[in-house]
Nanobody, 121 residues
Framework: QVQLVESGGGLVQPGGSLRLSCAVS????????MGWYRQAPGKQRELVAG????????YADAVKGRFTISRDNAKNNMMYLQINSLKPEDTAVYYC??????????????WGQGTQVTVSS
């Protein structure tokens, strides 16, 4: 059973910073592409940033220059999202997503439960 667990969300003032973490656990053979998505109230879930197994990254235009995605394949397949210069419009539930192959070489796409980020003064 593969699980993704996010942490690091919270309430922060505009201009502040947060670091989100995502831990992938279970009977994992390999972790492929990973990404952070967010969903604000009344809006569709959107891709914020993605990272390949080789470390190539891509970002939504709205977060370029403020968000940084990274991963540590050696450390329990961790993924991070450093969020700087937070704006009220960044308020959303942030979800971790990953392509994972288990030891049976069955591949699947998995989601975490989400972590709330609220930007407010």
């Amino acid at each position: 059973q593969v699980q993704l667990v996010e942490s690091g969300g919270g309430l922060v003032q505009p201009g502040g910073s947060l670091r989100l973490s995502c831990a992938v656990s279970g009977c994992i053979f390999s972790v492929g592409a990973m990404g952070w998505y967010r969903q604000a109230p009344g809006k569709q879930r959107e891709l914020v940033a993605g990272i390949t197994s080789g470390g190539d990254t891509n970002y939504a235009d709205a977060v370029k220059g403020r968000f940084t995605i990274s991963r540590d394949n050696a450390k329990n397949n961790m993924m991070y999202l450093q969020i700087n210069s937070l704006k009220p419009e960044d308020t959303a539930v942030y979800y971790c997503n990953a392509d994972v192959a288990d030891y049976g070489l069955t591949s699947g796409n998995y989601w975490g439960q989400g972590t709330q980020v609220t930007v407010s003064s």
